[in-house]
């Protein structure tokens, strides 16, 4: 059974977990590098397992793994074999597999384990434009074909998959091409479902332009894309983007914007503002208007996961 389904058919809302690669400097690694994240699963693992169990203990029902920018054709550029490649990206998922089971373990016999589910693994599969690092993934121009870009996330969805992953996170997709070929590269693997979340540019639109209703409406015909949303995109646009894909689809809306600044992709940094609000309280507004799935991106910390859990739970 879909596994998003089966949670929200007895619990108002999924919370998802928050950044992992600005959680990971803010511990002291140095992530400026191409494979930003991914150069962690091999360099210290431990320290993705933390932060996993920063999360769960904060009360997310789902973490996304640390494989976003963990390409075998990324590792191969450093020097290891393409076996080796694929062993990294699926240890992301059975690290997070293990902080989770033994969290689980911890609170099986209290009585926090009646107010939320076991939390799901969800493996991040980032878009053709993070291998890149140039910051595609938020202009979708790499003017690959749907098959090209099959080819590319092939191996990677097969080695997450056969890892152990409840579901697959397909994240921060730009264009509506590469998630047709993620939706087409699916129905290779039966019994599996995935999200896909765009990143934004305005309160209708997808990175690369196109109307994010129209991606909402052609998704909604997969099977096995079990939610759609918007990650990775700045929380003023996100009241507006969950009204658009949910008058296009009834799958649940799945949203995960970042704290509100703006990062550049040349300098590296992140730009501007946060939100004036809290956390907390703008995923309060998601909910009500709509979105069932509902954590951070970049920049965000385990509390304001704790913010989210607050009101979500406190029935």
Known sequence: MNPIQRILNKFQLIVLDGAMATELERHGHDLNDSLWSAKIL???PDSIKRVHRDYFEAGADCAITASYQATVEGYVQRGLSENEALKLIQSSVQIAVQARDEFWADVTATASQQTR??????ASVGPYGAFLADGSEYRGDYK????QLMEFHRPRMKALIEAGADILACETIPCMVEARAIARLLKE????YAWISFSAKDEQHI????????????????EQVAAVGINC???KFIPSLIHEIHSHTDKPVVVYPNLGEEYDPVTKTWQGHTCTETFGQSARQWYEAGARMIGGCCR???QDIREIVAWSREA
């Open 207 to 222: 990175s690369n332009g196109e109307s994010i209703a129209a991606c909402a409406k052609w998704l909604n015909e997969h």
């Open 300 to 302: 965000t910390q385990p």
């Open 144 to 147: 690959l074909s749907e098959e």
């Open 233 to 235: 995109t700045l929380p």
């Open 117 to 122: 589910p076991k939390p799901l693994v969800a």
């Open 189 to 192: 693997f039966p019994g599996t």
């Open 42 to 44: 091999y360099e210290h």
